[in-house]
């Protein structure tokens, strides 16, 4: 399609519209194909391929797009390539089951404890028992980090 001068190029997966504007000179098969292996890599990261995957991982989404593409130019898009690049996990979305109504409250929305991962700094108390009168008063919070790193011979 072409608009003001511009290209558009898109590409229908799986009910979704995956869009791109290229320039009058570029090849549009090389876009085509690298919307194609978008939506390829967005399955093999998350296993899917829908509106509610890509909104869950967007960032993840975000930074394949980020590693694929630099200043505009396509670098690769190899899932083995992007796996030593990429460090967000993907949220995986479990199909609707009549029979697992654990995460559904009521009226069949998903409840918020279903989300939140269980911390034991729930269970700790909020005043210390060292000090009984109550001069210092604590909270406890659970830190979780991931750090990543590569080692180099040089």
Known sequence: MEHDGGHFLHTRQRGLYFVISVRPDDSP?????????LAALIRDYCGDLSED???LN???????????LDYGYIQTTSTDVLKNFI????VITKPFNLLDLSS???FGAETQQSKVAPSSAASRP????????????????DVIERMTVAIGAN
């Open 29 to 37: 098969f090389m876009y085509l194909d690298l919307l194609n292996r």
């Open 53 to 55: 995957v890509i909104r």
């Open 58 to 68: 967007f960032a993840l989404i975000y930074e394949l797009l980020d590693e694929i």
């Open 87 to 90: 460090q967000s996990d993907p």
């Open 104 to 106: 559904v409250g009521l």
């Open 126 to 141: 909020v005043l210390s028992s060292r000090h009984p009168q109550g001069d210092q008063n604590e909270i406890f919070l």
